[in-house]
């Protein structure tokens, strides 16, 4: 995610908490949503989509410090 800012994700996930928390927490959704799409967790298509809405929620608001933060 977002290759052109490894540097700048590296330093706020150090020093910023509530980037990590929403960096980690979109981790999270990732691995839950490989995981139930490859049939290692079970749940509904219902729960899928609203997890991949939350995930790139969170992605669009990691985007947006990152973007502050390059400036």
Same mark, same amino acid.
């Given at each position: 995610?977002?290759?052109?800012?490894?540097? /700048?994700?590296?330093?706020? *996930?150090?020093?910023?908490?509530?980037?990590?928390? /929403?960096?980690?927490?979109?981790?999270?959704?990732?691995? *839950?949503?490989?995981?139930?799409?490859?049939?290692?967790?079970?749940?509904?298509?219902?729960?899928?989509?609203?997890? @991949?809405? /939350?995930?790139? @929620?969170?992605?669009?608001?990691?985007?947006?410090? /990152? @973007?502050?933060?390059?400036?």
């Amino acid at each position: 995610m977002f290759p052109e800012y490894r540097d /700048l994700i590296s330093k706020l *996930k150090s020093s910023d908490l509530h980037f990590q928390k /929403l960096f980690d927490e979109h981790n999270e959704l990732d691995q *839950k949503i490989k995981n139930i799409e490859s049939g290692i967790a079970i749940d509904t298509s219902e729960t899928i989509e609203s997890l @991949k809405k /939350l995930k790139l @929620k969170l992605k669009d608001e990691l985007y947006e410090i /990152l @973007k502050k933060a390059s400036k």
